[in-house]
């Protein structure tokens, strides 16, 4: 069979199952979902709602299905917006892509870390402040600074914030990346891909949709940190980040200024690059480092400790 017929094949078999079943691609089973005219029942999420209100929950059924059966989180769909509670923090959702990182965060527990001290978190690459509110629950987590490069995602991590007043105040965040230097430049910003851009640009790997110009403002990382330890002289300091390939330049920048010694904990998300010089540099340093590859095979996820 020729490469132009297996094509054509291809595209005759998708659209018999899209006759069959119009949510086959979001992983939602026939018998999980009653649908009449532009309005969809959600069977196991005992949800109905205009299907125009609820694409990120649709585009993300499998995980979200996960946090309600699994993780006992509720769903709900009020003016227009899908709203979640999970371990007693409120959010509102703005995208599929952010239901995969409450799973994530919440499910697989990436950001999860114990110890006896009371601790400090610098948040680098806060996004919708997910991960945030994650720390901010827990009951030995005094302070989280948290950072976001691109404005429109700071607003959506400020909204899921004011959604949880009792932890709001736990939260220091700035609508600033962190870099090697302070400085400013325009980057390209597109908010259905907003969890996985950066410096480095948007990802190639999905179309450019709703793409925009974005100024941002970028501040040194060893000046944030030098405040943060100064102000918190004995507690421990743990340093979260994911941030899209900006990784390296953060702790080339830490390791050159002395200031990887003064961390205790990291849990780094590398992109694009081998991990290795990371590696080594935290291995210098002191940290015992365990390190594993993410199904994507161009990120995996560092995690280093004294």
Not at 54 to 61: F, I, N
Not at 93 to 118: K, N, P, Q
Not at 207 to 227: F, H, M, Y
Request: net charge neutral.
């Amino acid at each position: 069979m020729s490469p132009k017929v297996k094509r054509l094949t291809k595209r005759l078999f998708d659209r018999l199952l899209l006759l069959n079943n119009p949510f086959y691609f979001q992983g939602i089973g026939k018998r999980d979902y009653v649908l009449r005219d532009q309005q969809v029942t959600l069977q196991r999420l005992r949800l109905t709602f205009q299907k125009v209100e609820g694409e990120s929950l649709l585009g993300a059924y499998p995980f979200a299905l996960k946090i309600h059966e699994v993780l006992g989180g509720r769903f709900a769909i009020k003016d227009g917006r899908v709203l979640l509670k999970l371990n007693g923090l409120n959010f509102s959702i703005h995208s599929s892509e952010e239901i995969f990182i409450i799973y994530e965060v919440f499910g697989l527990h990436t950001y999860r870390y114990e110890s006896a001290r009371r601790k400090v978190i610098m948040d680098i690459g806060m996004n919708a402040a997910i991960a945030a509110l994650y720390f901010a629950a827990m009951e030995d987590v005094y302070r989280v600074y948290a950072y976001e490069l691109f404005q429109p995602t700071f607003l959506i991590g400020e909204d899921n914030l004011r959604l949880n007043p009792d932890l709001i105040y736990k939260v220091e965040r700035y609508p600033v990346g962190l870099s090697d230097r302070n400085h400013e430049t325009t980057l390209e910003y597109s908010p259905i891909q907003k969890g996985r851009m950066g410096l480095h640009g948007l990802p190639t790997d999905h179309p450019r949709t709703q793409v925009v110009s974005e100024k941002v403002v970028l501040r040194d990382i060893a000046d944030e940190l030098k405040n943060i330890l100064k102000q918190h002289e004995n507690f421990e300091v743990i340093v979260k980040m994911d941030c899209e390939g900006s990784e390296f330049l953060l702790i080339d920048r830490l390791s050159s200024t002395k200031l990887l010694e003064h961390v205790d904990v990291f849990m780094i998300e590398w992109h694009f690059e081998a991990p290795d010089r990371i590696i080594s540099k935290l291995k210098d340093s002191g940290f015992r480092v365990f390190s594993q590859l993410l199904p994507s095979m161009d990120s995996g996820m560092i995690y280093a400790a004294r």
